[in-house]
Protein backbone atom coordinates (compact mmCIF):
# COMPACT_ATOMS: atom_id res chain seq x y z
CA UNK A 1 0.00 0.00 0.00
CA UNK A 2 1.31 2.87 -1.19
CA UNK A 3 0.93 6.13 1.00
CA UNK A 4 1.61 10.11 -0.63
CA UNK A 5 1.78 13.03 1.77
CA UNK A 6 2.06 16.48 0.40
CA UNK A 7 3.13 19.02 2.45
CA UNK A 8 4.55 22.72 2.30
CA UNK A 9 1.91 24.57 1.02
CA UNK A 10 -0.08 27.96 2.46
CA UNK A 11 -1.17 31.26 1.37
CA UNK A 12 1.61 33.07 -0.61
CA UNK A 13 1.51 36.70 -2.56
CA UNK A 14 1.57 37.41 -6.16
CA UNK A 15 5.04 36.64 -7.31
CA UNK A 16 5.80 34.94 -4.50
CA UNK A 17 7.49 31.29 -3.88
CA UNK A 18 6.59 27.99 -2.36
CA UNK A 19 8.37 24.89 -1.73
CA UNK A 20 6.04 21.62 -1.77
CA UNK A 21 7.49 18.15 -0.30
CA UNK A 22 5.46 14.89 -0.69
CA UNK A 23 6.72 11.70 1.58
CA UNK A 24 5.96 8.38 -0.07
CA UNK A 25 5.88 5.18 1.49
CA UNK A 26 5.23 1.92 0.72
CA UNK A 27 7.43 1.14 -2.63
CA UNK A 28 11.03 1.65 -3.28
CA UNK A 29 10.90 5.28 -4.26
CA UNK A 30 13.98 5.33 -6.23
CA UNK A 31 12.26 3.19 -8.98
CA UNK A 32 9.69 5.24 -9.98
CA UNK A 33 8.83 8.17 -11.59
CA UNK A 34 6.74 11.10 -9.40
CA UNK A 35 5.12 13.86 -10.51
CA UNK A 36 3.09 17.30 -9.37
CA UNK A 37 -0.12 17.47 -10.16
CA UNK A 38 -2.80 20.37 -9.26
CA UNK A 39 -6.54 20.69 -9.25
CA UNK A 40 -7.86 24.20 -9.05
CA UNK A 41 -11.97 24.62 -7.77
CA UNK A 42 -14.07 23.58 -10.86
CA UNK A 43 -11.49 22.35 -13.05
CA UNK A 44 -9.46 19.52 -13.93
CA UNK A 45 -6.71 18.16 -12.01
CA UNK A 46 -3.50 18.85 -14.91
CA UNK A 47 -0.51 17.31 -14.33
CA UNK A 48 2.53 20.03 -13.57
CA UNK A 49 5.69 18.23 -13.18
CA UNK A 50 7.59 14.75 -13.60
CA UNK A 51 10.92 13.25 -12.53
CA UNK A 52 11.68 9.91 -13.70
CA UNK A 53 13.80 7.79 -11.07
CA UNK A 54 16.72 8.79 -13.31
CA UNK A 55 16.43 12.43 -12.99
CA UNK A 56 14.78 13.47 -16.22
CA UNK A 57 12.12 16.11 -15.69
CA UNK A 58 9.31 17.49 -17.89
CA UNK A 59 6.64 20.58 -17.02
CA UNK A 60 4.12 22.22 -18.26
CA UNK A 61 4.25 25.04 -20.73
CA UNK A 62 2.52 27.41 -17.92
CA UNK A 63 5.06 26.27 -15.43
CA UNK A 64 8.39 26.20 -17.44
CA UNK A 65 11.19 28.63 -16.31
CA UNK A 66 9.64 28.91 -13.11
CA UNK A 67 8.87 25.51 -11.42
CA UNK A 68 11.12 23.13 -10.16
CA UNK A 69 10.74 19.30 -9.61
CA UNK A 70 13.44 17.90 -7.60
CA UNK A 71 13.61 14.48 -5.39
CA UNK A 72 15.98 13.01 -2.14
CA UNK A 73 15.83 9.75 -2.75
CA UNK A 74 17.56 8.66 0.69
CA UNK A 75 13.98 10.82 2.22
CA UNK A 76 11.83 9.15 -0.24
CA UNK A 77 10.78 12.37 -0.91
CA UNK A 78 9.77 14.56 -4.12
CA UNK A 79 9.91 18.55 -3.98
CA UNK A 80 8.07 21.19 -6.14
CA UNK A 81 9.94 24.80 -5.68
CA UNK A 82 7.32 27.19 -7.43
CA UNK A 83 8.98 30.61 -7.96
CA UNK A 84 6.83 33.62 -9.31
CA UNK A 85 3.32 32.40 -8.42
CA UNK A 86 0.21 33.48 -9.93
CA UNK A 87 -3.32 34.11 -8.71
CA UNK A 88 -4.64 31.74 -11.10
CA UNK A 89 -2.03 29.05 -9.26
CA UNK A 90 -4.35 28.85 -6.51
CA UNK A 91 -5.42 25.10 -6.29
CA UNK A 92 -4.39 22.06 -4.24
CA UNK A 93 -1.29 20.08 -5.03
CA UNK A 94 -1.19 16.32 -5.59
CA UNK A 95 1.90 14.24 -6.02
CA UNK A 96 1.98 10.83 -7.28
CA UNK A 97 3.71 8.24 -9.70
CA UNK A 98 2.64 9.08 -13.33
CA UNK A 99 3.56 5.62 -14.68
CA UNK A 100 2.66 3.71 -11.65
CA UNK A 101 -0.81 5.53 -10.43
CA UNK A 102 -2.06 4.57 -6.88
CA UNK A 103 -4.40 6.21 -4.52
CA UNK A 104 -4.18 10.13 -3.90
CA UNK A 105 -2.96 11.79 -0.86
CA UNK A 106 -4.94 14.31 0.53
CA UNK A 107 -2.90 17.27 -1.22
CA UNK A 108 -1.53 20.60 0.05
CA UNK A 109 -3.37 23.82 -0.74
CA UNK A 110 -2.06 26.36 -2.32
CA UNK A 111 -3.83 30.42 -2.42
CA UNK A 112 -2.10 33.02 -4.50
CA UNK A 113 -3.44 35.88 -3.38
CA UNK A 114 -2.55 39.60 -2.36
Known amino acids: QVELVESGGGLVQPGGSLRLSCAAS????????MGWYRQAPGKQRERVAT???????TYADSVKGRFTISRDNAKNTVYLQMNSLEPEETAVYYC????????WGPGTQVTVSS
Open 96 to 103: NMPWDLCS
Open 26 to 33: GRIFSNYG
Open 51 to 57: ITSGGST
